[in-house]
């Protein structure tokens, strides 16, 4: 069920990168596609990476993430795990097979040295770095808008700076650290009802005006995170306000159950798709979507019931053990 903002949130950001990965094959072909990705692509992921924080924050509010190693083990079964997992056996078959990658040795090298064959998953070490820097924060008692301050630097640095720390994903890590601590700073601050939604459109108008009025990198790129900051704001400020009519939709409630196994594996099924069929454009994105969200569950499903689910990032519960609690 979706329980609350988080859980809508979160829905709607898997919806929106299975949507922003298909509409950024065929871009060219529509102007509307164009413009429909360049939306979806400022904001989808930095969205994610918010609500990773605010829950992060729920978490360490009530007193989860004390102790280091038992979190480092956390992070390292939900996070590392699959994505090795996933990249080894699924992604990189796959783009051999279509001839998107040369070898298999060549594309897992590639994929773990932060290379272009990693796709969609430079999201899982690119977290788990944000997650060590943010525990780190933590420990030695950071005060959190400093910490926005710091990361809002170190990203307009580190996407304007030559020297690319691209190996597993640092860099991506750092670009998108501003965000995870935002989605920390949104929970602590009594979060979604009480926000005032007139500074998030204030802020949306201002930066956007801003993106088009300089063609300097560093100005840019810091319109660009506040640009995404102010749609995070709106989105989490207006979220509760449609909770009662998506908890009356059952397919929320799949997707949600099952997005974590949906982001890792719809991209291979929309390359498999793009490479095989060839449909109208308008038939083409209809169908991928569809497919790849109800794909994406199947597989999960079968992992399931071979009990691998730690590939998805869950921990096998037996029925003796669900029958006892």
């Known amino acids: ?89 699924f992604l990189t078959p796959s783009l051999v097979m279509l001839g998107m990658c040369d070898s298999i040795t060549g594309c897992i090298l590639n994929i773990l040295t932060g290379g272009n064959c990693i796709k969609h998953l430079w999201f899982l070490p690119a977290l788990l770095w944000i997650f060590l820097i943010v525990w780190i924060l933590d420990y030695f008692k950071i005060n959190t808008y400093l910490g926005f301050t710091g990361a809002i630097i170190l990203a307009i640095l580190c996407s304007t700076s030559s020297f690319d720390l691209h190996y597993f994903c640092i860099s991506l890590a750092i670009q998108n650290l501003p965000y995870f601590i935002l989605g920390m700073l949104l929970y602590k601050n009594n979060n979604f009802k009480h926000l005032n939604t007139s500074y998030g459109w204030a802020m949306l108008i201002i930066f956007t005006i801003g993106q088009k009025m300089t063609n300097i990198l560093i100005i840019d790129n810091f319109f660009r995170i506040f640009l995404a900051c102010s749609i995070i704001y709106i989105l989490m400020q207006s979220a509760h306000r449609i909770m009662p009519i998506s908890k009356r939709i059952k397919a929320l409630e799949i997707i949600l159950k099952n997005s974590f196994a949906i982001y890792l594996f719809h991209v291979i099924i929309i390359f498999l798709m793009h490479k095989t069929l060839c449909l109208p454009i308008t038939v083409m994105i209809l169908l991928t979507y569809t497919t790849a969200i109800i794909g994406s569950i199947a597989i999960a499903k079968i992992l399931r019931i071979a009990k691998l689910q730690v590939i998805i990032g869950e921990t096998y519960v037996s029925s003796q053990k669900l029958a006892h609690n």
């Open 1 to 89: 069920m979706i329980k609350n903002e988080y859980d809508l949130l979160k829905t709607l950001a898997v919806l929106l990168v299975i949507l922003g990965h298909i509409t950024i094959i065929y871009k060219d072909s529509y102007e509307v596609l164009e413009i429909l990705t360049t939306i979806i692509y400022i904001f989808h992921m930095p969205l994610f990476i918010a609500l990773s924080g605010a829950i992060y924050q729920l978490g360490r509010n009530n007193n989860k993430y004390t102790q280091f190693f038992p979190f480092l083990k956390n992070k390292l079964r939900r996070i590392l795990l699959p994505f090795l997992i996933v990249s080894i056996m």
